[in-house]
T-cell receptor, first 110, second 114 residues
Framework: TQLLEQSPQFLSIQEGENLTVYCNSSSVFSSLQWYRQEPGEGPVLLVTVVTGGEVKKLKRLTFQFGDARKDSSLHITAAQPGDTGLYLCAGVPYGNKLVFGAGTILRVKS | ETGVTQSPTHLIKTRGQQVTLRCSSQSGHNTVSWYQQALGQGPQFIFQYYREEENGRGNFPPRFSGLQFPNYSSELNVNALELDDSALYLC?????????????FGPGTRLTVL
């Protein structure tokens, strides 16, 4: 059983569309992170959210941490082909090491 | 500033063999974490080394072992390879072992066990 459940597993959209990826858990996390991984590369950190209810924006990407610190979402506005990749959420359960979700594969078609 | 590097890039082994994977941490980082990423899955934590000592271990059997050197580079050793060990092995370095310290990942070593 995954500690962090990501949905959807796979998303294929047209350039210019908006999308949201979800990361849910029954556990509380001290922080949640979002990574993007391209084929043949390691994950690259996009953002860390720490405070319940926190919203962070990174250009066209908006990240939200749930009030109860159990879930997070990533929203992309006007997706571009360069956004294609594997999006991973990862969290630090209190007193433990980083755990990852299974990821969401995003494909943006031009 | 040199990022995290891993070697080799790809490796093919047969069941029962042993393998050693290497990781050079980013300059100034004293902590290295190793992860296993099976196809279609997120990375799973194997263990972490902080200042040459193991500092936490995930749910992996003892045939997965590691080492960190005085220059903070690290090795991951896997004995008695099994087919299910086929995966991308990632190492990540961080400034320290704190939960909030950002981990910087290397490109990984793709291990195939036949």
């Amino acid at each position: 059983t995954q500690l962090l459940e990501q949905s959807p597993q796979f998303l294929s959209i047209q350039e210019g569309e908006n999308l949201t990826v979800y990361c849910n858990s029954s556990s509380v996390f001290s922080s949640l992170q979002w990574y993007r991984q391209e084929p043949g590369e390691g994950p690259v950190l996009l953002v860390t959210v720490v405070t319940g209810g926190e919203v962070k924006k990174l250009k066209r990407l908006t990240f939200q941490f749930g009030d109860a610190r159990k879930d997070s979402s990533l929203h992309i506005t006007a997706a571009q082909p360069g956004d294609t990749g594997l999006y991973l959420c990862a969290g630090v359960p209190y007193g433990n090491k980083l755990v990852f979700g299974a990821g969401t594969i995003l494909r943006v078609k031009s | 500033e040199t990022g995290v590097t891993q070697s080799p890039t790809h490796l093919i082994k047969t069941r029962g063999q042993q393998v050693t994977l290497r990781c050079s941490s980013q300059s100034g980082h004293n902590t290295v974490s190793w992860y296993q990423q099976a196809l279609g899955q997120g990375p799973q934590f194997i263990f972490q080394y902080y200042r040459e000592e193991e500092n936490g271990r995930g749910n992996f059997p003892p045939r997965f072992s590691g080492l960190q050197f005085p220059n903070y580079s690290s090795e991951l050793n896997v004995n008695a390879l099994e087919l299910d060990d086929s995966a991308l092995y990632l190492c990540a370095s961080s400034l320290s072992a704190g939960a909030m310290d950002t981990q910087y990942f290397g490109p990984g070593t793709r291990l195939t066990v036949l």
